[in-house]
């Protein structure tokens, strides 16, 4: 269902409407934890470090998706507040255009530089081959995956957070169900989870494809949109680029990371997966909300409805609070049940790995949530300068305190650099969305639609 988020108390919308997006983020992470759980359990240790090895370069792909899915989300949904439908579905088909060519030059790179990026990242020998099998099949599903992502974008944009969450929970349940058949029934190992993932991602963006076209039909406009504009696409990459940037840092910074892990052996890789893979549950959780916020905040800016954006930051810090108290009291209190989902016997290194993280890092999830619903305004209002500002200072800090502290505190200094690179971003975050709320966010809307 469309939904027009310009009407309406501010506090009731953004619930109703952040609630599915939630769910949607719910699945998605389960059934990318499934994964890991699979291979720890039903292959071995080597086979959930394998996945994680590859995970780095898997979310930098992943985070030029989000960031394309951002770009196009934004300038939408300013359009459909502004009741500029001709516009709109042009910048809908040129994201579909400009965003497909992009995944099909992705997947050649990924293709051609696998190896070299694995050896990048110091892969252990005994998990190499493995890796590179997970990687290969991941990186020939980056058309669905750009599919997906741009659809449920444009659902998004369009007020619809109900319709990605069908789409989610029917890709879920059958990528475990196909992760079932595929590795503990045929035996098929670490490539029977990876073409369990490419089949559900598939079957999924093309069913969410073919249901927003027929959505758009019926959108009716007073004149024929052309397929293509150039001012559209610079428009949207003024929002794009800088999110596929920031995305894309973020992972950039998560590979020398995980470059640094590798060098502590097999059985650190496969705790630190483990407890990688539960907080970023959390975090893409945190971020999701941030995200109907974006949505929420470029609404009302198209509408030049500015004083409901300040009522939709509280309203999202409020529903933040209730998302961050039970993974923290999950994570921290029950470290070992979760770290023991993964793996059925660990070694004594790779559950202290993963037990360390998370209470070393769970505590500050308040902290990051701040960030997180701040940037969610920052990106709907189009001030992206501000919002790559806070997010590069955390990535930043947090990459090169990783490598000095690794030095003196071995992997406890690496699980140290998350909380102080999440404190700074959250402060400057928060301090750019005052300044934004200062000025009524005029000056951060410079987006000309």
Request: glycine share 8%.
């Amino acid at each position: 269902m469309i939904t027009d988020m310009t009407q309406g108390s501010p506090s009731q919308t953004l619930w109703k409407f952040s609630l599915p997006m939630l769910l949607s983020t719910i699945f998605q992470q389960l059934y990318n934890i499934a994964d890991s759980i699979i291979a720890g359990r039903y292959i071995n240790e080597n086979a959930l470090a394998a996945t994680g090895a590859s995970y780095p370069i898997t979310m930098l792909f992943m985070a030029v998706a989000l960031g394309c899915n951002i770009g196009c989300c934004v300038v939408i949904s300013q359009l459909f507040g502004a009741k500029k439908y001709n516009k709109m579905k042009t910048a809908i088909s040129t994201s579909f255009i400009t965003f497909t060519v992009l995944s099909l030059t992705l997947t050649v790179i990924g293709l051609v530089f696998c190896n070299p990026m694995l050896r990048l990242l110091n892969t252990p020998n005994e998990i190499f081959k493995a890796s590179g099998i997970y990687l290969r099949i991941y990186v020939l599903g980056l058309v669905f995956l750009f599919l997906y992502n741009i659809s449920t974008g444009i659902f998004t944009a369009l007020g619809d957070s109900k319709t990605p969450l069908y789409f989610l929970i029917a890709s879920s349940l059958s990528n475990i169900l196909l992760d079932i058949i595929f590795v503990v029934i045929f035996k098929g190992g670490i490539a029977g989870i990876a073409w369990a993932t490419f089949l559900a991602q598939g079957i999924s963006s093309i069913l969410a494809f073919t249901t927003l076209n027929c959505r758009l039909r019926k959108l009716k406009t007073d004149a024929s949109s052309p397929l293509f504009s150039t001012q559209m696409l610079h428009s949207i990459t003024l929002i794009a680029l800088p999110s596929i940037l920031q995305q894309s840092f973020i992972s950039v910074g998560n590979l020398f990371i995980q470059g640094l892990i590798n060098s502590f052996g097999a059985s650190t890789i496969a705790g630190y997966c483990a407890a990688i893979k539960l907080n970023t549950f959390a975090i893409t959780s945190f971020t999701t909300l941030g995200n109907g916020l974006s949505s929420f905040t470029a609404q009302n800016i198209g509408a030049k409805k500015l004083g409901r954006v300040q009522k939709g930051f509280k309203a999202g810090m409020l529903l933040a609070l209730c998302v961050v108290i039970p993974f923290f009291m999950t994570y921290f209190f029950l470290n070992t049940k979760m770290i023991g989902l993964f793996i059925e016997t660990p070694t004594a290194e790779a559950l202290l790995t993963g037990k360390q993280f998370l209470m070393i890092v769970t505590p500050f999830y308040v902290v990051i949530s701040v960030k997180l619903i701040a940037d969610g305004v920052l990106r709907g209002a189009g001030a992206m300068k501000a919002f790559m500002i806070s997010t590069f200072s955390d990535l930043i800090l947090r990459v090169a305190i990783s490598y000095i502290l690794a030095h003196f505190l071995g992997a406890i200094g690496i699980w140290l650099s998350w909380p102080i690179g999440w404190s700074i971003g959250s402060i400057l975050s928060y301090y750019f969305y005052r300044q934004g709320m200062a000025h009524q966010l005029v000056r951060l809307n410079f987006i000309n639609l």
